[in-house]
Each structure stands twice: as structure tokens, then as C-alpha cells.
């Protein structure tokens, strides 16, 4: 009797489990829909689910144009840079429009540079170009405790970032000149993208957030103006009046709860992040 109702709990969690993902996923979904809309909400951890439902809106004919909703302060640099280049593909297939929400910078401006227009509300935050990368370090606090590390490494450079001791003024010159590489992409993507000199761009990329009425100002986007405009803009491109709105399903399930908190923790820190 005990293995039935143990059997009983464990079928009705799984489709719990199932119905939370189904009922997440199926939002927004309707046929015949005329302008996909992609959210990138948060901090940008991965490029896989963005990319996928940029390309899949690119190749469904049902679909005229698509909307990038950013409400991200940026995040990984990789991911980041799959997406931005995605955004690039599918502009060659369809009319793209991103519209800025409470905040769209670092990684959450990059990803937005391909598009046809940009657009962000006055208060927007938006900017911090620039990239970090961080390391943390425990060295003290293990001394403390009593745990010690012994590293046996192939070349000198091996654990460089080591959260069990300082680095040495050798593997910080190394890790500044990998962040100034990336930093130096991000201001050529923005150059190119925004039809702007280098040096233009550099007078802001120096980490500075502003708001979306100085992006006009500056040229980093093209106008200022609310989701609801976006869909208008998006509509106007296409010769669509009346656009209809087609999300693709959430895929947010039950496991990812307790498994993205630690994924966040463990992701190596190379950031296009405003903090």
C-alpha cells in the first residue's frame, strides 16, 4: 500500500511539473500572428532560447516583422555576441524593431544594435558600454577556517583567477589586455552599427549609464518612444495596420526554479553588465 501512494505522489508531481511547463509555454501562442515579439528580460546568462525564437520568427512567413523587447542590464559577453549576431540574420529576413524598457544597457545595448530602429522611452536606462570581469577571493576567509588548496597546474597561468589566492601583477595585465579586446569589439560594433566615428563613440564608452532621451541626443538609438509605439513603428515597416502580437512559449519549467539561481552563481564573469 506504502509503494502505491509513493507511486500516486510521484505521478501527480510529474504532472505538475508538466503542467507548469505547458501552461508557461503556451502564452501568447496563436496562429497567423503578423509581428513575433522576443523578450530578453534579466541578466543574459545564455543565447539559446533568444537565438532559437529569433530564428524560428525568421523563417515562419506568417511573420512580418519582429519585435526585440530589452529590459536587461546586459550580462555575459559570449552569449551576448550570439544573440547580437542572430538579430543581424534575421534583420536580412525581416523588418526588426527594438524597443528599450526600465533598463537596456551593456550587453542589453549591444544585443539591440542590429536593428532597423531602436527605440527607448525617455527614462530608460541605457549605455555603460564597457565590459568587467570579476573574481572573488577567498584566500582570507579559508585561512580562517583552516582549508588550504595545493594546485598542481601544467604552465604558470593555468589557475590564473583562482579564487584561492591573489593574482600576480603579470596574469592582471594579461586579463586587462582579454578585457580591453572585448571593450575594443564592443565600440567597433557600436561605430559600425550607429554609423558613428570610433572616437565619437569612445566620448561615452567609458562605463557611464544614460538615460534614453541623451542615447537620442548622442546617436545611440532612433527614437524615443513606448512599447506600444515600437508595435506601431514595427507595423508602419510592414504596411500592417492593425498588427497582431505573437509571443513564442515561455519554456520556464518547474526544475529551472532551483536550477537557475545556481547556474547564475557558477557562470564564469566576463560581462557587457551595468551594476
Known sequence: MKKIHIIIIVVVAVAIIIGVSIGIGMRGFAPGGNIGVVEIEGTIITAKHIVKDLKNFGDDPSISAIIIRVN????????????????????????VVVSMGAVAASGGYYVALPADIIVANPGTITGSIGVIMQFPVLKELLQKIGIDF????????????????????????????????????????????????????LKFADGRIFTGRQAKEFGFIDTLGS????????????????PYLVYPPRRMSFIDMFTKPVERLMTPKLYFLWQ
Open 72 to 95: 536587461s542590464p546586459g550580462g555575459i559577453v559570449a552569449p551576448s555576441q550570439e544573440i547580437y549576431e542572430q538579430v543581424k540574420k534575421v534583420k536580412e529576413l525581416k523588418k
Open 227 to 242: 512599447f506600444e509605439d515600437a508595435v506601431r513603428i514595427a507595423g508602419d515597416l510592414v504596411g500592417v495596420e492593425r
Open 150 to 201: 595545493q594546485v598542481i597546474k601544467s604552465k604558470e597561468y593555468k589557475d590564473t583567477g583562482s579564487p584561492y589566492r591573489r593574482m600576480g601583477s603579470q596574469e592582471k595585465k594579461i586579463l586587462q589586455d582579454v578585457v580591453l579586446d572585448v571593450y575594443d569589439q564592443f565600440v567597433e560594433v557600436i561605430a559600425e552599427a550607429r554609423d558613428l566615428s570610433k572616437d565619437s563613440v
